[in-house]
């Protein structure tokens, strides 16, 4: 698509609960990334996908935290038992990242879904 | 990892105002972007400037990636400007996402 779409836009889960949080990301992207915003924070990386594979998960915080990557497009975020410090934006974005030409290329956020565990 | 600083915190300025946000970045990067989040939190590409002076509209950058920088000027601020700046990063080495700097909070009052 045109842009980096994310959903849903906001998600109310109740502590101990699963959550899902999809990305779709621009079409012929190979690149997409999570962050994720605490209120009033900077964003704070979570994983990077090239292609299907994930070479940097390191910004994961827990093992509550997965994500996968399908067809080298839609990317879904599972967060397992959710916490109350799990509330937060989840940001996705995408760019032609490769090897070859070493992110010299910009990125593209989604507008994110504003996650609130209660 | 690469470390960005932003300065300053926080700015408040005047409808019509001009002003310079500067980023400082500790090691040699690929890539640097300027973001401005607006207050519904969409994170806006203003410029991918890894090096050189970019112009938009009332906006333009300039990175000395020699000297490890980047400013970016807002000349006759509006309302709408008000939101976040961010810096980002990708650094040179092997380094496969971007880092973020903590950010300029801009205020513009009429």
């Known amino acids: 698509g045109a842009g980096v779409s994310q959903s849903p836009s906001n998600k109310v889960t109740e502590k101990g609960k699963d959550v899902e949080l999809r990305c779709d990301p621009i079409s012929g992207h190979t690149a997409l990334y999570w962050y994720r915003q605490s209120l009033g924070q900077g964003l704070e990386f979570l994983i990077y996908?090239?292609?299907?594979?994930?070479?940097?998960k390191s910004g994961l915080p827990s093992d509550r935290f997965s994500a996968e990557r399908t067809g080298g497009s839609v990317s879904t975020l599972t967060i397992q038992r959710t916490q109350q410090e799990d509330s937060a934006v989840y940001l996705c974005?995408?760019?032609?990242?490769?090897?070859?030409?070493?992110?010299?290329?910009?990125?593209?956020f989604g507008s994110g879904t504003r996650l609130t565990v209660v | 990892g690469i470390q960005v600083e932003q300065s300053p915190p926080d700015l408040i300025l005047q409808e019509g105002a001009n002003s310079t946000l500067r980023c400082n970045f500790s090691?040699?990067?690929?890539?640097l972007q300027w973001f401005h989040q607006n207050p519904w939190g969409q994170l806006i590409n203003l410029f991918y400037i890894p090096s050189g002076t970019k112009q938009n509209g009332r906006l333009s950058a300039t990175t000395v990636a020699t000297e490890r920088y980047s400013l970016l000027y807002i000349s006759s601020s509006q309302t709408t400007d008000s939101g976040v700046y961010f810096c980002a990063v990708l650094g040179a080495g092997t380094a496969s996402k971007l880092t973020f700097g903590t950010g300029t909070r801009l205020q513009v009052t009429l």
């Open positions: 974005a995408s760019s032609l990242f490769s090897v070859l030409n070493r992110g010299r290329d910009g990125y593209t």
């Open positions: 090691d040699s990067v690929n890539n």
């Open positions: 996908f090239q292609g299907n594979s994930a070479p940097d």
